[in-house]
């Protein structure tokens, strides 16, 4: 007979196990440091205050292109996976993980903010939904956009017997025109150059810093439901 301590003991530390993955995800995280800052007009924000703003995500050179979607957008994450076994079990083994930004407006109410991301050194944290899957297997073909973009990465889809590779792939993008939410170290610039489409003579940027002071920028829906007002 089972004991039933020990079936507890198990149970418990499977919950345990599935909160503390819901706590300490990055969507997790993000959604907690939001919901602490009120929601700010772009023209109310005030010089070296960390604020946060939800408004549509705009270009302002040309737009990056996502990898297999071919959508228009300021910022894309993708990953590509093998299923590889190892003995009794398996596991997704990551491929290919990149991804790619660019500075970009966030315009709210004919209002727009500059959002100054910056890779090397970091100065950003995300959560981007991931909207465009795509996978193939023994009897599931790839698709001829997959087929393209393995070629691109060099990664060969078929096993030494002919046999499709058992992959997947995941892109999460911020498109041109969709709504996000972004918050950071406010700072008002003079433009020496004017921008295309914006009359005034200085603009509103946001950026990131160091720990807790990132930059943040998500598109996750609950991020505007959950909005406090200001």
Sequence with gaps: MENPLFIAVIIGIVILFILYNHYFNSESIILRRLKKLPQNRVGSLRTNTFSKI????????????????????????????????????????????????????????????????????????????????????????????????????????????????????????????????VAGNVRWMDLETPIADYSYSSIVSLSGGDNDKKLIITDSPKAISEQRSF
Excluded: H
Excluded at 160 to 178: D, H, P, S, T, W
């Design 54 to 181: 939800s408004g549509k995500a705009l270009n302002i050179n040309d737009p990056l292109t996502a990898p297999l979607s071919k959508r228009k957008c300021v910022f894309y994450k993708i990953t590509i996976q093998q299923r590889v076994n190892s003995g009794k079990s398996s596991r997704w083994k990551t491929l290919i993980e990149k991804e790619n930004i660019q500075d970009f407006f966030i315009e709210k109410n004919g209002e727009r903010a500059i959002v100054l991301p910056v890779k090397v050194p970091r100065n950003y944290m995300d959560y981007l939904v991931t909207d465009k899957t795509t996978n193939s297997g023994t009897f599931n073909d790839p698709t001829p956009e997959f087929i393209k973009l393995l070629k691109f990465y060099n990664i060969d889809g078929e096993t030494l017997f002919g046999f499709n590779k058992q992959l997947k792939y995941e892109e999460a993008i911020i498109e041109i025109g969709e709504q996000i939410t």
